[in-house]
């Protein structure tokens, strides 16, 4: 693949503090070896590793953007990003790898709140009002959300507020303030109300439609994204007959993008709200060959195989932890011929191929690298088991 000659490299003057990019001020190219040499070195005596897949324009491609807020010296508001292993901001003007539409929208809302002298929430003191802004970007509509983090449920001039952002901005679709007063290093509670427009934002991957809200778990590069899914499809060998199990499903990206392709798809998710959010989007795409569960994905499985249903092929895409020892016993006990395993970590996927390589399981595929986080340490990987015959 050939890649954006106009982007060598990119160099950040924030590189040292932020700790948001690991591999700056060199050669796309040699990022990209780098990255399969690592995934060479944990799949040493798996199997062989694919040049790693790489983006053409890898910059500007984070779809969810995240400031922290804070106030300097003179009381004024920064934006920005904690410092590595830390809570102190580094005030962050531009950023290469978030869309800068995003970035614009952070700079314009603390500017606005300085010029309207709000204050930021302040940890040691427990006093201030804002603590934090997203914004999330439909890339395929170019639809954005804002989500304001705030201390104190009270906005005032909220009504001058919306005027100005959705004035400047004709991409706001929705604004959405969430409260969170807990001293918790977490963003978002649980507590949200729309202020504007609608609930969610809707994008669109591989031709179908996916639901964004706050909280929603929704892949970071859409491209990538595409490139990731069209390969685990490639590979899964799907038929029209085939029912397909998508383990730790999420909101039904990957089952529901491939629902065209089989004859039933099965989501299970442990998280409930995922879930709920996976039949929605079945219902609006207009998909009714697709069902989804709630539960642990090693009991699903195992209550399921136990039941003797139809199970052709499973696609897993775990967390970074990987899967647990009982989830991929049940998959041995069902006998399944084809699995495809995508992961966000190349180590523990690794971890659970030996495992399966162990208990009936051989590699049918090379492992192929995707590069979904250009600029960071961070590389995705799939690749296709299938049960040997006895």
Wanted: proline share 3%; glycine share 6%.
């Amino acid at each position: 693949m050939s890649y954006n000659q106009d982007i060598k490299s990119i160099s950040c003057r924030f590189k040292n503090e932020c700790g948001g990019c690991d591999m700056t001020d060199i050669a796309y190219e040699e990022e990209l070896s780098l990255k399969k040499k690592y995934v060479e070195g944990l799949f040493k005596g798996i199997c062989k590793v694919d040049s790693v897949h790489g983006m053409y324009r890898p910059i500007y491609y984070r779809n969810k953007v995240h400031a922290c807020l804070g106030q300097n010296e003179a009381g004024q508001i920064i934006s920005g990003i904690y410092a590595k292993g830390s809570h102190r901001i580094v005030p962050v003007d531009s950023c290469m790898i978030e869309d800068q539409e995003c970035d614009r929208i952070i700079f314009f809302i603390r500017d606005y709140l300085n010029k309207h002298k709000a204050t930021a929430y302040d940890e040691d003191k427990k006093k201030g009002q804002y603590r934090h802004i997203l914004v999330r970007k439909a890339f395929s509509t170019g639809d954005i959300q804002v989500i304001l983090v705030l201390a104190d449920p009270v906005l005032k001039g909220k009504k001058a507020l919306i005027e100005a952002l959705v004035k400047e901005f004709p991409a706001i679709k929705s604004i959405v303030v969430n409260i969170n007063n807990q001293a918790t290093s977490m963003v978002l509670s649980d507590t949200s109300k729309t202020i504007y427009g609608s609930d969610v934002i809707v994008d669109a991957l591989l031709k179908k439609k996916f639901r964004i809200g706050p909280d929603t778990f929704y892949q970071i590069n859409h491209d990538q994204a595409e490139k990731l899914y069209k390969k685990a499809y490639e590979l899964a060998d799907l038929k029209k007959t085939d029912v397909l199990v998508d383990a730790y499903c999420g909101v039904g990206t990957i089952g529901l993008c491939a629902a065209n392709l089989v004859d039933r798809v099965i989501g299970v998710e442990l998280n409930p709200n995922s879930v709920r959010e996976a039949k929605l989007n079945a219902k609006l795409n207009g998909i009714k060959n697709a069902s989804f569960y709630a539960a642990d994905a090693g009991d699903f499985l195992l209550d399921y195989v136990s039941q003797s249903k139809k199970m052709d092929v499973l696609i897993m895409d775990p967390p970074r932890s990987g899967s647990t020892e009982k989830f991929l016993d049940c998959i041995v006990k069902s006998g399944l011929k084809r699995l495809v395993y995508i992961s966000c970590d190349p180590s523990t996927q690794a971890r659970d191929l030996k495992y399966l390589l162990k208990r009936g399981y051989k590699m049918a595929s090379l492992c192929y690298p995707y590069d979904m986080f250009p600029h960071t340490n961070a590389v995705e990987t799939v690749c296709l088991l299938t049960k040997v015959h006895e």
